[in-house]
T-cell receptor, first 113, second 113 residues
Framework: RKEVEQDPGPFNVPEGATVAFNCTYS??????FFWYRQDCRKEPKLLMS???SGNEDGRFTAQLNRASQYISLLIRDSKLSDSATYLC??????????????FGTGTRLLVSP | DAGVTQSPTHLIKTRGQQVTLRCSPK?????VSWYQQALGQGPQFIFQ???????QRGNFPDRFSGHQFPNYSSELNVNALLLGDSALYLC????????????FGPGTRLLVL
């Protein structure tokens, strides 16, 4: 079983739609959580951090459920420019303080006119 | 302020050869992590360097080695290349070990024939 699991998609949605991605992680020692966005043949870029209280950045809302080890990302009013792969990421910090990012396989989103 | 830079952008090698990839971290960053991203997969952690020492390592064989220089730049070396080493190699830097946000370079695309 992979440490971070995501539905690879693709999710095909029309412009203006609301779409939600989910992710589960298996290591309860995971300490912080992120969504990264990766455009085709480009590097991953941080989209937002994810907190238990939920956090919002414009049209994007992220939520963490530590009890269920579940992370979500909601995109409202989808734009063509939202088409990308969304990577769910957990961060594990060792006792030494060194951190390691563990990525899911990514969920591909295609927004059509 | 330059972000994370990597060289070369693309590389073609044959099986059994050796390759060296280079990374310069974002200004002010002192920690460098390397990731391998195969097609259709999320990035996989290779290893992390801080103060010129390898601090943690993922599940990669000893053929993968690295180095960090006093100016914080880093190299990834892969010996005895296999076809399966074909991937996008990403370097990420962060400011001090305990800072969570990692910034990625554009990557080096390696093709092994």
């Amino acid at each position: 079983r992979k440490e971070v699991e995501q539905d690879p998609g693709p999710f095909n949605v029309p412009e203006g739609a609301t779409v939600a991605f989910n992710c589960t992680y298996s290591n309860s020692a995971s300490q912080s959580f992120f969504w990264y966005r990766q455009d085709c043949r480009k590097e991953p870029k941080l989209l937002m951090s994810v907190y238990s209280s939920g956090n919002e950045d414009g049209r994007f809302t992220a939520q963490l459920n530590r009890a269920s080890q579940y992370i979500s990302l909601l995109i409202r009013d989808s734009k063509l420019s939202d088409s990308a792969t969304y990577l769910c990421v957990v961060n594990r910090r060792r006792n030494t303080g060194f951190q390691k990012l563990v990525f899911g396989t990514g969920t591909r989103l295609l927004v059509s006119p | 302020d330059a972000g994370v830079t990597q060289s070369p952008t693309h590389l073609i090698k044959t099986r059994g050869q050796q390759v060296t990839l280079r990374c310069s971290p974002k200004s002010g960053h002192d920690t460098v992590s390397w990731y391998q991203q195969a097609l259709g997969q999320g990035p996989q952690f290779i290893f992390q360097y801080y103060e010129e020492e390898e601090r943690q390592r993922g599940n990669f064989p000893d053929r993968f080695s690295g180095h960090q220089f006093p100016n914080y730049s880093s190299e990834l070396n892969v010996n005895a290349l296999l076809l399966g080493d074909s991937a996008l190699y990403l370097c990420a830097s962060s400011e001090k070990v305990t800072k969570e946000t990692q910034y990625f370079g554009p990557g080096t695309r390696l093709l092994v024939l």
